[in-house]
Nanobody, 122 residues
């Protein structure tokens, strides 16, 4: 059974940093982080193609967030810097075994973690 387990969420003041981790059991071609704020649609934040570590970012987080991976630990990370109140959301880790996907679209992913809350106060 495939499992994705997130950790590392929490509360921080604006301008601060948080790091999220997603431990994956099973192999995925793509891994991504999505977020969903109350009353809003789930949006893609960052994605990484496991082979060659090709990365994609939403415009709203470029230059502030970094997605990375540790293949030995089968873990994907999201380093979030310069956090803003509008980054507040539930953050989800997702995985896809298909290689030809649109990496920041949630419909492309078949496997999801349970989510971890990130709250940024002003």
């Amino acid at each position: 059974e495939v499992q994705l387990v997130e950790s590392g969420g929490g509360s921080v003041q604006a301008g601060g940093s948080l790091s999220l981790s997603c431990a994956v059991s099973g192999s995925m071609y793509w891994m991504a982080w999505f977020r969903q704020a109350p009353g809003k649609e789930r949006e893609g934040v960052a994605a990484i193609r496991r082979i060659a570590s090709v990365t994609y970012y939403a415009d709203t987080v470029k230059g502030r967030f970094t997605i990375s991976q540790d293949n030995a630990k089968n873990t994907v990370y999201l380093q979030m810097n310069s956090l803003r109140p509008d980054d507040t959301a539930m953050y989800y880790c997702a995985g896809a075994r298909s290689w030809d996907i649109r990496p920041l679209e949630n419909q492309q992913y078949n496997y999801w973690g349970q989510g971890t809350q990130v709250t940024v106060s002003s």
